[in-house]
């Protein structure tokens, strides 16, 4: 079983930048595949990026691809969000998530294959 906690958000411009940490207690951080999701207001919780088991395989959103680089540091146990050149429409409640996975290159992109959740940062772009 794993905890997660996130955190890094806040109030932006647009243009600006935010990086969202996610730690994870627990061990074994390394089985995990992980990602972030975020849910705006009024709206359903949808994907934004994913990274494997292993830091080589990733997804984007394509709303997202080429702002928003997922990483992580197995070592800290925590996964991180880079947001650059964010827009208003970005405005929402970011989640991290965490799957228990055997496969070190697998990345998840539906929400209902993750397991475990962190309980969510604010992220606020304003224009």
């Known amino acids: 079983q794993v905890q997660l906690v996130g955190s890094g958000g806040g109030l932006v411009q647009a243009g600006g930048s935010l990086r969202l940490s996610c730690t994870a207690s627990?061990?074994?951080?390394?089985?995990?595949?992980m990602g972030w999701f975020r849910q705006a207001p009024g709206k359903e919780r949808e994907f934004v990026a994913a990274?494997?088991?292993?830091?080589?395989?990733?997804g984007y959103a394509d709303s997202v691809k080429g702002r928003f680089t997922i990483s992580r540091d197995n070592a800290k146990n925590a996964v991180y969000l880079q947001m650059n050149s964010l827009k208003p429409e970005d405005t929402a409640i970011y989640y991290c998530?965490?799957?228990?996975?055997?496969?070190?290159?697998?990345?998840?992109?539906?929400?209902?294959?993750?397991?475990?959740w962190g309980q969510g940062t604010q992220v606020t772009v304003s224009s």
């Open positions: 990274i494997s088991r292993s830091t080589g395989y990733f």
């Open positions: 627990g061990r074994s951080f390394s089985t995990y595949a």
């Open positions: 998530a965490a799957v228990s996975t055997p496969l070190s290159t697998s990345v998840y992109y539906i929400a209902d294959e993750y397991r475990y």
